[in-house]
Nanobody, 117 residues
Framework: QVQLMESGGGLVQPGGSLRLSCAASGSIFSGSAMAWYRQAPGMQREYVAHITTTGITNYVNSVRGRFTISRDSAKNAIYLQMNSLKSEDTGVYYC???????????WGQGTQVTVSS
C-alpha cells in the first residue's frame, strides 16, 4: 500500500530549477507537519525542510533562500520548489512526516535529483 509518492525529479544543470511533488494519503497528511528529506550518494538521509499545518516553514541552512516548501491540504500534497540548484543538491528526495517521533517507517520510493553540467 503506497502512502507516500514523490515525483518531479530529473537532471538539471547548475543554476536550474525543479519542483518536486509529494502525494500522501489523508491519514498521513491530515494534522501533520510534513517534511522533505534527501539522501546523497554514500550519505545518510538528511532533513531539508518542513512545513507545519499552519504554514510555518523551516529549512536546513544549505538550502535556505533557494528552496521553498509548500502544502495543499485539499490535495494532501506538499511541494518543494528548488531554485539555483547546485551539484551538492544531488540525491534522492523523500517526503514524510516531520520529526523522528512522527515519521513513518515506510518511506516512498523517492525521486532522483541530479544537478550536473
Amino acid at each position: 500500500q503506497v502512502q507516500l509518492m514523490e515525483s518531479g525529479g530529473g537532471l538539471v544543470q547548475p543554476g536550474g530549477s525543479l519542483r518536486l511533488s509529494c502525494a500522501a494519503s489523508g491519514s498521513i497528511f491530515s494534522g501533520s507537519a510534513m517534511a522533505w528529506y534527501r539522501q546523497a550518494p554514500g550519505m545518510q538521509r538528511e532533513y531539508v525542510a518542513h512545513i507545519t499545518t499552519t504554514g510555518i516553514t523551516n529549512y536546513v541552512n544549505s538550502v535556505r533562500g533557494r528552496f521553498t516548501i509548500s502544502r495543499d491540504s485539499a490535495k494532501n500534497a506538499i511541494y518543494l520548489q528548488m531554485n539555483s540548484l547546485k551539484s551538492e543538491d544531488t540525491g534522492v528526495y523523500y517526503c514524510n512526516r516531520y520529526g523522528p517521533a512522527n515519521r513513518l517507517n515506510d518511506w516512498g520510493q523517492g525521486t532522483q535529483v541530479t544537478v550536473s553540467s
